[in-house]
């Protein structure tokens, strides 16, 4: 199964996509759910992880940021590092709010239809924020 989140920068979770088939990959997940669309309308920006390099080409008004990819032929300049592990000091508050979704036990055994999936993944959205935020 694979879903999209949104949070904000403390890593409370705000939104979270359809269930897709989890050989979906992010890119495509976040061009269907129009994500850049949406965010670029209400005047924000996201920090992402490389799963979504390519998404947002606009270079004079990123709205998704993402790091910097090292290959062996493509060695990561000084700059480049300093720039991935200030995202990845940024991005540290979303990954705990993926954890505290991902403490649900049922979401390991899940095989169902993306649907019934989608509904459950929203009601624990609404559990997870009950529960961190008590």
């Known amino acids: 199964m694979h879903f999209l989140a949104l949070t904000d920068e403390k890593g409370r979770l705000i939104w979270i996509s359809a269930a897709r088939p989890g050989r979906t990959h992010d890119i495509t997940a976040a061009r269907h759910d129009h994500v850049l669309a949406h965010l670029r309308a209400a ?41 991935n592990r200030v ?9 705990h709010g993926f954890a505290h979704l991902k403490n649900w036990r049922t979401l390991t055994k899940l095989r169902t239809d993306p649907a019934h999936a989608t509904r459950l993944l929203r009601a624990l959205l609404i559990l997870t924020n009950l529960e961190v935020n008590r």
């Open 87 to 95: 995202l990845a000091i940024g991005r540290a508050p979303v990954e």
């Open 43 to 83: 005047g924000l920006g996201a920090l992402a992880d490389l799963g979504f390099r390519g998404l947002d080409n606009d270079v004079r008004d990123p709205v998704i940021v993402t790091g910097f990819h090292a290959s062996r032929t493509h060695k990561l300049t000084p700059g480049q590092k300093e720039a």
